[in-house]
């Protein structure tokens, strides 16, 4: 005696079914295309407005100047969040001016021809520039300050970290230690 399936389950796999199954395993290729396009285009988009800081130090004896500037040749804005000096194991939350008058003598009396401050919420254009600290003037003025300087930074070193992000609040920090930006996650 042979089994006789019922007249339905022998044409299980017709081909509406087939027709059917094929458009759906389409479209779900076709969700997975578009999610990994979908992140391609966020990263792209965030590389296009991605900061990217550094400090730059300019000596013109010609003109008796020391300039310390923060330049980003970043393609988008760069936001500050904050800055630290470190020095003698101490961290400083302050203006490198202020910091440099607070904590070694003599230098009230060399001039600081411009100053900037760096507070959070400053953003630095792509391609813009903010002078730190230009000091200089006079040819006393600047030897006593690249003495100091040179001096200073050879037997106890002064850091610092400068944090900023970009307008998708990827985060990063650079440093006179690291002076290539470090992502912070």
């Given at each position: 005696?042979?089994?006789?399936?019922?007249?339905?389950?022998?044409?299980?796999?017709?081909?509406?079914?087939l027709f059917g199954l094929t458009a759906m395993l389409i479209s779900l290729v076709t969700?997975?295309?578009?999610?990994r396009q979908t992140n391609i285009m966020d990263k792209q988009s965030r590389?296009?407005?991605?900061?990217?800081?550094?400090?730059?130090?300019s000596d013109n004896g010609y003109e008796h100047e020391f300039t310390f500037e923060l330049v980003n040749y970043g393609v988008g804005p760069a936001i500050i969040e904050g800055k630290t000096i470190f020095h003698n194991g101490?961290?400083?939350?302050?203006?490198?001016?202020?910091?440099?008058?607070?904590?070694?003598?003599?230098?009230d009396t060399i001039n600081i021809i411009s100053y900037a401050t760096i507070q959070p919420g400053l953003a630095i254009p792509a391609g813009g520039s903010r002078t730190i600290l230009k000091i200089?003037?006079?040819?006393?003025?600047?030897?006593?300050?690249?003495?100091?300087?040179?001096?200073?930074?050879?037997?106890?070193?002064?850091?610092?970290?400068?944090?900023?992000?970009?307008?998708?609040?990827d985060?990063?920090?650079i440093s006179a230690s690291n002076e290539i930006p470090q992502e912070i996650k």
């Amino acid at each position: 005696m042979k089994l006789r399936l019922p007249k339905r389950n022998r044409n299980f796999w017709n081909s509406d079914k087939l027709f059917g199954l094929t458009a759906m395993l389409i479209s779900l290729v076709t969700l997975i295309i578009f999610v990994r396009q979908t992140n391609i285009m966020d990263k792209q988009s965030r590389l296009s407005a991605m900061p990217y800081l550094m400090i730059e130090t300019s000596d013109n004896g010609y003109e008796h100047e020391f300039t310390f500037e923060l330049v980003n040749y970043g393609v988008g804005p760069a936001i500050i969040e904050g800055k630290t000096i470190f020095h003698n194991g101490k961290s400083f939350e302050m203006e490198f001016d202020d910091f440099l008058k607070s904590n070694f003598d003599g230098m009230d009396t060399i001039n600081i021809i411009s100053y900037a401050t760096i507070q959070p919420g400053l953003a630095i254009p792509a391609g813009g520039s903010r002078t730190i600290l230009k000091i200089g003037g006079s040819q006393d003025d600047y030897m006593t300050f690249k003495d100091f300087f040179s001096t200073t930074q050879e037997k106890n070193p002064i850091n610092f970290e400068i944090r900023y992000r970009s307008i998708y609040n990827d985060r990063w920090q650079i440093s006179a230690s690291n002076e290539i930006p470090q992502e912070i996650k």
